[in-house]
Structures are given as C-alpha cells and as structure tokens.
Nanobody, 119 residues
Framework: QVQLVESGGGLVQPGGSLRLSCVASGFTFSSYTMRWYRQAPGKEREWVAT????????TYLASVKGRFTISRDNAKNTVYLQMNSLKPEDTAVYYC????????????WGQGTLVTVSE
C-alpha cells in the first residue's frame, strides 16, 4: 500500500509562511527522488521543487527560488516544503511526488494540500 500524505496547507496572508509535509509509506523512500508540484485553480499542474535521494542537490521553479526550500528526512520518510514570503499567485493545491531514482518509471502522487494566500 503506497501512500503519500501531504499536510500543512491552509490560509495565510501575503508575506506569510507555511511548511508543507509529505509522509511516505509503502516504498523505499530513500531511493526515490522527491518533488513538489502545484496546481492553481483553472491552470495546469506545474513543477515547483526537486530534491534527490541524499538531499544534497535541490532545484526550484524560478518564481519560488529564494522563497521556498525543499528538504527531506529519510529516517522519517518525509519531504518538506518551507514556503516563505508567500504571494497570492502561490495559491494552489500542492502535491507531493515520488520517482524512483534508479527506476524512473515508478512514480507516486499524494492527494494534495490546499494553500491559499489572501488577505
């Protein structure tokens, strides 16, 4: 039973911060590259951030670079997304994604957590 369970979303004012968590189970978390995606209302899903298995390399969507930080704790099977200086355009459902670092055809998705940035 593979599961990716996101949490930490909610309503926040512009300029505020949130930390999203994604807890994985049912697969070998430490051998998977982890990513965050988001989907705003009426828009296509877009990639936000990537962290490799060891956590030593991270990449970001240009519009969030410097504001968001992806991290992982392999001992806890958890990936995080720290979001600072939030903007209304960050409003979206945020999804956790796992892809096998060795076998990239293995891919799993969480159900998403809603982040709303508004006054």
């Amino acid at each position: 039973q593979v599961q990716l369970v996101e949490s930490g979303g909610g309503l926040v004012q512009p300029g505020g911060s949130l930390r999203l968590s994604c807890v994985a189970s049912g697969f070998t978390f430490s051998s998977y590259t982890m990513r965050w995606y988001r989907q705003a209302p009426g828009k296509e899903r877009e990639w936000v951030a990537t962290i490799i298995t060891t956590g030593d390399t991270r990449t970001y969507l240009a519009s969030v670079k410097g504001r968001f930080t992806i991290s992982r704790d392999n001992a806890k099977n958890t990936v995080y997304l720290q979001m600072n200086s939030l903007k209304p355009e960050d409003t979206a459902v945020y999804y956790c994604n796992a892809r096998g670092a060795y076998d990239r055809t293995n891919e799993y998705w969480g159900q998403g957590t809603l982040v709303t940035v508004s006054e």
